[in-house]
């Protein structure tokens, strides 16, 4: 198999960080473009297999690839460098945007612009709940879960990492006891 | 201290945020209530930034939140201390990538996270919504906004950018 250098494989994932608009479904395509068609390093198959892993880990889903296929193509060093890579050009856009933007909090157009903003923030949460709604199988057990935490949650002062916590807890113990019988 | 505080927070979020980016959420509003680091409205603003810049959405707002918090040392910080977990379950998982997605624990405690995520998410767009709610014109654009992707999610940027314009027409003609 082609081996990569470090360098280069920090300057590819700094480009995809720089041209990355939105989040994991977006680097797909991209990562594809990159690493399948131009270089023939990965296989598709893998590309599909660590995607899917990807979003069943915690964490971020693009920052998650793309240190699969670091890792994949130079071991542990290649994961650190891809993810290094990625957050490269952000990061200091990040801190530029949020070093400027204080100059603006008094500006008229800023703040009535940030007041739809607010509102397109709520949109973007519920569509995100909408997302995760639509690629789940709903059965009982994902509905008692739901309604219990949700109530929970509501009516609480409980942490996300607290109700994270106890939920799956209890929900590990009912699929400890309703498990199939093979599995010990 | 605060540093400390810092990275154990976004330890938590890299190790139980789960469903992307916009799945940070809860965590950083719980901050926002728990801690002075920043109020909700900056939240807000940073959730914004963080959707039109380049880069993961959940990687730039940890960014933000940093810099908010504790200038350059604490984006770095929360940045890093968010993608590590990631970082450590990716060599883990990589090692043993078949045993991984037949393990009946993980598929259980995946099987747990998803509801639980949808309900946390939830209960912050509940809580975003409430002061809202007194608005008419705020409802009014939320109601354009979802019939607007009814049919299909369209880009981050497409709602910031239209709620941004109609935010500033609004308030040219009142």
Avoid at chain 1, 111 to 118: E, K, V
Avoid at chain 2, 112 to 131: D, E, M, N, R, T
Wanted: hydrophobic share 55%; proline share 3%; with cysteine.
């Amino acid at each position: 198999m082609k081996k990569i250098s470090l360098v280069k494989l920090f300057l590819i994932f700094t480009k995809i960080g720089a041209i990355l608009l939105g989040g994991g479904y977006v680097i797909l395509p991209i990562l594809k473009n990159e690493f399948v068609e131009k270089r023939a390093l990965i296989g598709d198959n893998d590309l599909l297999d660590y995607f899917a892993l990807s979003q069943t880990l915690p964490g971020i889903i693009a920052a998650n690839i793309s240190m699969f296929i670091g890792y994949k193509l130079r071991g542990k060093l290649g994961a650190i460098i891809a993810m290094f890579g990625v957050i490269f050009v952000p990061f200091f856009t990040i801190v530029f945007l949020a070093s400027v933007f204080n100059m603006f909090t008094n500006n008229f157009y800023i703040n009535s612009a940030l007041w739809g903003i607010n509102i397109a923030v709520i949109t973007l949460l519920i569509l995100t709940i909408r997302e995760m709604w639509q690629k789940t199988d709903k059965n009982i057990f994902f509905y008692l879960i739901f309604i219990t935490s949700l109530l929970t949650l509501i009516f609480t002062k409980l942490s996300p990492f607290q109700a994270i916590l106890i939920f799956t807890s209890v929900g590990l113990i009912y699929k400890f006891l309703s498990r199939p019988k093979e599995i010990k | 201290m605060i540093y400390l505080q810092l990275a154990l927070e976004f330890l938590k979020i890299g190790f139980f945020s789960f469903g992307g980016g916009y799945a940070t959420i809860p965590f950083l509003y719980h901050i926002s209530q728990h801690y002075n680091w920043y109020t909700l409205e900056e939240l807000s603003q940073m959730i914004a930034v963080a959707s039109i810049t380049p880069g993961p959405v959940g990687i730039n707002v940890a960014t933000y939140a940093g810099i908010k918090t504790a200038g350059i040392l604490g984006a770095l910080l929360a940045t890093v201390s968010e993608i590590l977990p990631s970082l450590i379950l990716v060599l883990i998982v990589s090692k043993l990538l078949k045993k991984f997605k037949d393990n009946f624990w993980i598929k259980s405690i995946i099987e747990c996270l998803k509801p639980i995520s949808c309900a946390l998410l939830a209960s912050v767009a509940i809580g975003l919504i409430k002061p809202e709610l007194k608005d008419i014109n705020g409802m009014i654009l939320l109601g354009i906004l979802l019939a607007l992707s009814w049919k299909s999610k369209k880009d981050p940027l497409f709602y910031i950018l239209l709620a941004g314009i109609f935010g500033i027409i609004f308030h040219l003609f009142s």
